[in-house]
């Protein structure tokens, strides 16, 4: 299913920072038509050129789709407001990380669907992924589909880990990306040779994985050559677990202050 840009208006993007901005600089690039989409922002600064943008809600028409793109801290201020413009034809899409469904629909009870979406900022290249849960709307999936993978997720609770390996994930491989470099650099490389070769080496990494069709473990083991160098540096980063247990330790609490999160802006 294709998303109908045309049909699914009016589309309020509120708020339009760093992620919802990523978002919508991707659907334009894939052919949105930049006159179907009001952001309204407080600072009035239009995302993109011919992108309808208002500090206030704009007058008119029920919105058929809204994203909310703001912080969950300023929920509350912008939720009376926007409820009040909200009807039974409208999807709501929260990015909002730590605001549950049932959060939402305490401030949204007149949506006729709520949908939580969890994008990373690589949607920006259409190479992103977008986890959804919520009310299962095909019009949502189709939406996030030209953004990158797009994947439902059935019980809300895994929304924390989810939102920290998908949505948290790409900070964590940008500090992998400077720790590389400063290794190397640290070791006798020069600084600024290090950094470009540490950024292109994960960005062929990546690639290659996404489409090698074999596991990472196998692909590892291809570039260990028998009794070559990679291998010393694999028992590094293997021993007593070490690069395993310091992700799960990362992903864990990051998870944790999604909870939190969800526990204050309840
Ligand atoms: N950054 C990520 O990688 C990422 C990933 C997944 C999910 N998220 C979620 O995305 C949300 C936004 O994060 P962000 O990093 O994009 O933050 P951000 O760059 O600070 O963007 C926040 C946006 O909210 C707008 N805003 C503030 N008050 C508003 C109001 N009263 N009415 C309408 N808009 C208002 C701001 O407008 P102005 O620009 O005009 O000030 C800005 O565009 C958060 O809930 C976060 O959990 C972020």
């Known amino acids: 299913m294709v998303f109908d840009w045309a049909s699914e208006r009016p589309f309020w ?8 901005g990523a978002m919508l600089t991707r ?7 930049a006159n179907g989409i009001t952001v309204i922002r407080p600072s009035g600064v239009a995302p993109a050129a011919g992108v309808q943008t208002l500090t206030a809600l704009p007058e008119g028409p029920v919105p058929r789709l809204v994203l909310l793109g703001i912080k969950p801290q300023q929920l509350d201020a912008v939720a009376p407001a926007l409820a009040a413009r909200i009807g039974p034809e409208t999807v709501l899409v929260s990015i909002l990380a730590g605001t549950g469904c049932a959060s939402l629909r305490a ?14 900022t690589p949607v920006a290249l259409g190479r992103g992924v977008v986890a959804l849960t919520g009310d299962r709307v095909d019009a949502v999936t189709a939406l996030m589909r030209p953004l990158g993978l797009v994947e439902w997720i059935d019980d809300e609770e895994d929304f924390h880990l989810v939102a920290a390996l998908a949505g948290s994930g790409p900070a964590f491989v940008f500090r992998m990306i400077d720790a590389l470099a400063a290794g190397a650099a640290d070791l006798g490389l020069a600084p600024d040779q ?6 292109h080496m994960v960005e062929g990494a990546g690639a290659l994985a996404a489409g ?3 596991s990472p473990a196998r692909l590892a083991d291809r570039v ?9 540096g694999l028992d ?3 021993a007593d677990q070490a690069l395993a247990r310091l992700m799960r330790a990362t992903l864990d609490a990051t998870a944790a ?7 204050a802006f309840r």
């Open 224 to 232: 260990a050559s028998p009794g070559g160098m990679t291998r010393k």
């Open 194 to 199: 290090a950094a470009r070769l540490a950024l």
């Open 236 to 238: 590094v980063l293997d």
């Open 13 to 20: 993007m509120i708020g339009c920072g760093n992620m919802a």
């Open 257 to 263: 202050r999604g909870r939190e999160m969800a526990a």
């Open 27 to 33: 659907w334009l690039a894939a052919g949105a038509p």
């Open 107 to 120: 401030r949204f009870p007149a949506a006729g669907a709520i949908v939580r979406a969890m994008p990373n």
């Open 212 to 214: 090698a069709g074999e």
